[in-house]
């Protein structure tokens, strides 16, 4: 097996979590806290601790079987933010007993080569799960990309089998970061069903899948984007708002309801002293952190909105923090329904 795979080199296991991240995740926790002391903070970094270590048992036990779950990063070029999560996904697999490789395709790769590169890993047994970074480059079709990977082995959830094994409420590999959602609102015992879910956003890997989630566990649902008019007057009325939109502080105090859940998974790098100042008033360690680094990371949710939330999560150390964590629990199981003891190779319908 000589192919595209290994002219693109693979590199196995190793990388770090980037400077920035690990500083941002120290500054968790102190955000938010000076505003309100009854808002719940629901900390993403302990939930994501806890399914990372029921994943390291489950590869465990199917080590103990003989079979090492195997995941297959591509990585097209030299995307500055890509590598820095890249590298956290195969440090996390280390960490957790899952085989990783990384497949590093330069630049200049055509749809062709890819679509090569992923049949090659498709046919390997000992590969369980793929996972292309995005984004690639515009010269490349990554929708025909994505539809190539064999959906048992489609970790990220974005193979249109699986998205439709969603909405069918059928068992699927689904999306991790919506997936990471539920398991923070579960984990956190925070109601779903009969709740008026608002979900901001209409992606095809946060806000659709979230939506169907939060239906599929019986919440009323309504979803809002950039041409939902008065977006205030749905979120309002939200006792579970989940803000995906990319769009730093969008939600203000005055949209929303007091007590409800605030779900906040946009990741926004601000770098605009006077912004800083404004979202974080009188804050010491956001703006300790901003002088040393130049930039802090902002939600889609004011700061000063979680002063009225029941419970919500906090950026950085909250949704983001699940997302690596759900990979790794997809790559186990796509490994055990491909492979593991009682299984046959048609993990599609048993994922
Ligand atoms: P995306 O693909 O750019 O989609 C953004 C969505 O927001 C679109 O549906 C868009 O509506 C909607 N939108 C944009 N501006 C809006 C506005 N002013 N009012 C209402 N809706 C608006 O983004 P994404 O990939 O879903 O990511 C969303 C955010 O989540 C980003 O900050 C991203 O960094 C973050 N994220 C975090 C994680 C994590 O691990 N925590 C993972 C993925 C993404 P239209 O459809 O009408 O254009």
Redesign the pocket.
Known sequence: MAGAASSYGTRSEGGRYGGARAADFALRGTMGTEMNNTARILDGVKIAAEIKAEVAAEARSLAAVGITPGLAVVLVGHVAASEIYVRSKVKASAELGIRSEMLTPPESVTTEEMLALIAELNARDEVDSILIQLPLPAHVDTRRLLEAVSPEKDVDGFHPINAGRLQSGRPALAP??PA?IMEILKRSGLPVTGQHAVV?????????PAAMMLLNASATVTV?????VD?GRYTRDADLLV??????G?VTADMVKPGATLI?????RVTDAAEVARFFPGDEARAAQFAQRGSTLV??IHPAAFALAGAYTP?PG???????AMLMHNSVKAAKARRGPGRHHSAGDRA
Do not use: E, M, W
């Open positions: 991790c970061t990471g901001l956003g209409r992606s095809d890997i946060v806000g659709k809002c984007h950039s041409k939902t977006i803000a995906a939109i990319g769009k730093p969008f906040d998974v946009g990741i926004n939600g889609d950026v909250g949704v983001g923090a699940l997302t690596i």
